[in-house]
Nanobody
Framework: QVQLVESGGELVQAGGSLRLSCIASGRTFSTYVMGWFRQPPGKEREFVAA????????YYGDSVKGRFTISRDNAKNTVYLQMISLEPEDTAVYYC??????????????????WGQGTQVTVSS
């Protein structure tokens, strides 16, 4: 069993930056693909970024490519999401997720076994 706890969400002005963190409990964290998803108000959950268990490959949603960076520190059981050039459209609850899957499945919420409670990011214009 893995528990995930996100932090770092807050209100920020457009053009600003934030770093989200997700700390995982359990000794198997380093074997999981980790992903970030977000759910804007009134919309479906969407893929933001994912990283392989070793951290050697990363994947991004089209709307965040070039602005967001996912990374992980397996020694600290933590995955990060560095966000720059934030836009009002990035306003959402951001969720951390973990699971074991092949690369094609990384963009699909249904492939993840564990989810955090979410952290709110609000970008004002």
């Amino acid at each position: 069993q893995v528990q995930l706890v996100e932090s770092g969400g807050e209100l920020v002005q457009a053009g600003g930056s934030l770093r989200l963190s997700c700390i995982a409990s359990g000794r198997t964290f380093s074997t999981y693909v980790m992903g970030w998803f977000r759910q804007p108000p009134g919309k479906e959950r969407e893929f933001v970024a994912a990283i392989t268990w070793s951290g050697d490959r990363t994947y991004y949603g089209d709307s965040v490519k070039g602005r967001f960076t996912i990374s992980r520190d397996n020694a600290k059981n933590t995955v990060y999401l560095q966000m720059i050039s934030l836009e009002p459209e990035d306003t959402a609850v951001y969720y951390c997720a973990g699971g074991r899957m092949s690369i094609p499945g990384m963009r699909l919420p249904s492939r993840y076994d564990y989810w955090g409670q979410g952290t709110q990011v609000t970008v004002s214009s």
